[in-house]
């Protein structure tokens, strides 16, 4: 360690490895969050492509179908908006679906 020269002493000058840790930890949980949403809004795309829907659903169809639940997507929906956004502005892509109404055929 190598000595800062000052008056009245000299003071060493401590490694930083609470802001290494601190930057790694960050970049692993951005790179995570980007990379899961990367990963369901893609699967979601390809299935809504599949059913000509516009928008697509973070969850599979099929279970969406069998519980007639959004509450899991509108969880993602939230969770994921800013990324989304991101993708939708820079890339263009479509967006979510933000209602499916159930039983209006019965």
Not at 48 to 59: E, H, N
Not at 75 to 99: H, L
């Amino acid at each position: 360690m190598a000595a800062i020269p000052s008056t009245g002493g000299a003071h060493f000058r401590r490694p930083r490895w609470g802001r290494w840790c601190i930057l790694a930890a960050s970049l692993v949980l951005f790179f995570a969050y980007v990379g899961s949403y990367y990963h369901l809004s893609r699967r979601g795309m390809r299935e809504a492509k599949q059913y000509q829907m516009r928008g697509f659903l973070y969850v599979p169809l099929e279970e969406v179908l069998k519980s007639q639940d959004l509450n899991r997507h509108y969880g993602f929906v939230q969770f994921y908006a800013p990324v989304n956004w991101v993708d939708r502005q820079v890339f263009g892509t479509e967006g979510p679906i933000s209602c499916i109404l159930f039983g209006l055929s019965k």
